[in-house]
Nanobody, 122 residues
């Protein structure tokens, strides 16, 4: 199945944690990225990871709080989010890069999931 499905979103209080999962069956060789989009704002790259995890990058806004990882045997990429703030609220998307290195450019990703809502609020 060549598809991308996100899960794990929900409502969490500020300072809380959440782990998102991305089932990306059939894309083991590709870099995988996480993007998010808040209401009225542009979609932004959050983090991406290469095939074997040798290349991992985070947006400055989440550096030190979010951790991306992947389990190729399970065809799954994870995004562990810690110390969440209201600014982290948005729809989070998992996407498959056209090549292997990965990037923060949405135009370079060829397959996208439907997204999962993350809401950080008291």
């Amino acid at each position: 199945q060549l598809q991308v499905v996100e899960s794990g979103g929900g409502l969490v209080q500020p300072g809380g944690s959440l782990r998102l999962s991305c089932a990306a069956s059939g894309f083991t060789n590709n870099a995988i990225g996480w993007f998010r989009q808040a209401p009225g704002k542009e979609r932004e790259g959050v983090a991406y990871i290469s095939k074997f995890g040798g290349s991992i990058n985070y947006a400055d806004s989440v550096q030190g709080r979010f951790t991306i990882s992947r389990d190729n045997a399970k065809y799954t990429v994870y995004l562990q989010m810690e110390e969440l703030t209201p600014e982290d609220t948005g729809i989070y998307y998992c996407a498959v890069h056209k090549a292997r290195p990965g990037s923060f450019l949405a135009s370079e990703y060829k397959v996208w999931g439907q997204g999962t809502q993350v809401t950080v609020s008291s």
